[in-house]
């Protein structure tokens, strides 16, 4: 049956209201991000404005920002690739050994607020003198990232056929021979899926970075807040900072939107 009409402009009506929530503060971020503090303040300019580049020279030459990316970079990577290391064979013995236990405390771990860690995770690492180092930043973001990797490959593990493995097995491999030769090889999009939301989450984790790095591992999410001050805010630096932290994870995510759906939708459907 096809739609009344009355329903299909509806339908268009909240489409498009929900696109224009989710783009209309992107865009006036982006705007902001090329006009003077001035012309931010005049209601008059919001459309029609003289565009500079004052903004990103002083995000990228004064504010040291090139420096920020790359320890962002560098952070999201080293906890993306720690936790595929450990999550893919912790994801693999949950799922063909029936480890429910372990899974229910992989999953405690990913629902317990960050923020209730924060004071025992900064009294331990600070009494090892850790705190301000790249070290403890990888570990506090594999928080994140590590049980999520857990749960997108259990359930992409699950819907491998064990038939495979078994046959690998019978002709003399042993458990870690089989997965190393025939499940991971099969789990490319599924590896693929985990490692890049757990690149995401890592790139735009802001409370741990914000309790544990220092001035030389400060990430981008904290250093947007240098344009914050006492007694007044840069906000033409602060829409460009911005901009500099969030259009690069956007366009990633936009680039890579079918591999992580196909991943997601291959563990969901294969068996």
Same mark, same amino acid.
């Given at each position: ?5 009355? &329903?299909?402009? #509806?339908? *268009?009506?909240? %489409? ?6 989710? +783009? @209309?503060? =992107? ?37 040291? &920002?090139?420096? #920020?990316? *790359?320890n962002? %970079? ?6 993306? +690739? @720690?936790? =595929? ?37 900064? &009294? ?102 240098d ?5 007044s ?7 460009a900072?911005?901009?500099v ?26 068996g």
């Amino acid at each position: 049956m096809k739609p009344r009409p009355a &329903y299909r402009v #509806f339908r *268009v009506a909240a %489409l498009v209201f929900v696109v224009l929530s989710l +783009v @209309a503060p =992107l865009v006036w971020m982006v705007a902001a991000s090329f006009k003077t503090n001035v012309d931010i303040y005049d209601p008059g300019k919001a459309l029609t404005f003289s565009p500079t580049m004052d903004n990103y020279a002083k995000v990228l030459q004064q504010a040291n &920002y090139v420096e #920020f990316i *790359v320890n962002s %970079l560098w952070v999201a990577f080293a906890a993306t +690739v @720690a936790s =595929l290391i450990l999550g893919l064979p912790a994801a693999y013995s949950m799922s063909r050994f029936n480890m429910k236990k372990s899974a229910l405390v992989v999953l405690m771990a990913r629902v317990i607020p960050g923020v209730s860690l924060l004071v025992p995770w900064y &009294y331990v690492f600070s009494n090892l003198k850790m705190v301000g180092g790249f070290g403890v930043l990888i570990i506090s973001h594999m928080f994140v990232s590590l049980p999520l990797v857990v749960y997108i490959m259990m359930g992409y593990f699950d819907s491998l056929p064990a038939e495979l493995e078994e046959a690998a097995l019978v002709d003399g491999l042993t458990h870690v021979g089989a997965f190393r030769r025939i499940t991971l090889p099969l789990s490319v999009p599924g590896i693929a899926t985990a490692g890049i939301l757990s690149f995401i989450f890592s790139w735009n984790n802001f409370m741990f970075a914000l309790v544990l790095s220092d001035a030389d591992t400060k990430t981008l999410p904290v250093a947007i807040f240098d344009f914050v001050g006492y007694a007044s805010i840069d906000w033409g630096g602060l829409m460009a900072a911005t901009t500099v932290v969030t259009l690069p994870i956007m366009l990633i995510a936009l680039f890579v939107q079918k591999y992580v759906v196909s991943g997601l939708t291959a563990g969901a459907t294969k068996g």
